[in-house]
């Protein structure tokens, strides 16, 4: 089990940095500062963060296989800007409800068909499952990874208590012209690492 404690700096200690953009939007719009964290190499990732985290594959169906559930969207926030569409989201079991992820993604709409853009504003699929059903080619490109401690707000949305060491990454969809379809921002619950094996 993850011990709580200090976050050992094995990379520089962002605060307000583009590692988790948007994220950070959302807490400086909230009048609240970002919780430390620190960059990490993904071989430092222990498991089973490491499997869930540490590929090139979408996170939503990754999240399924491990807790053998469908997952669906809690929007905590959103806006627009422009061409682009902001949110902050939970990530939640559809047999219990349980919280599996939390994060932020900054969509740029203008990429997507009109089909697509109309399912992304209705707020109600994570936007893995939106990929999927309407076929739209793209690849996953993880930039970093990072241990954060959780906040007052983390801890309340993933459902944990006290001071917890969380794992997280920062993943690009890139379209076959590769430009940026998504950026995201993904922290997994400490509960993950509880979970048995994937059969």
């Known amino acids: 089990m993850l011990e709580p404690g200090p976050i050992p700096a094995d990379g520089p200690i962002c605060s307000g940095s583009a590692l988790v953009h948007p994220l950070d939007q959302f807490y400086a719009q909230a009048g609240k500062p970002l919780p430390p964290l620190s960059v990490i190499e993904g071989e430092a990732v222990p498991e089973p963060y490491r499997r869930l985290l540490v590929h090139q594959a979408d996170m939503t169906p990754t999240l399924e296989k491990f807790h053998g559930t469908l997952l669906h969207l809690r929007v905590i926030g959103s806006r627009r800007q422009g061409g682009d569409y902001f949110r902050e989201v939970t990530l939640l079991r559809d047999d219990n409800n349980q919280p599996v992820e939390f994060g932020a993604i900054k969509i740029s709409l203008h990429l997507f068909p009109a089909s697509a853009q109309a399912e992304i504003l209705q707020e109600h699929q994570p936007l893995g499952h939106i990929l999927e059903s309407c076929r739209i080619q793209h ?61």
């Open 139 to 199: 690849t996953s490109r993880p930039s970093a990874f990072f241990r954060i401690a959780s906040d007052r707000l983390i801890n309340e949305l993933l459902q944990l208590s006290g001071a917890q060491v969380l794992y997280g990454r920062r993943n690009t969809l890139f379209d076959p012209h590769q430009r940026a379809l998504a950026e995201i921002v993904e922290i997994l619950p400490v509960a993950a690492g509880r979970e048995s094996a994937p059969r």
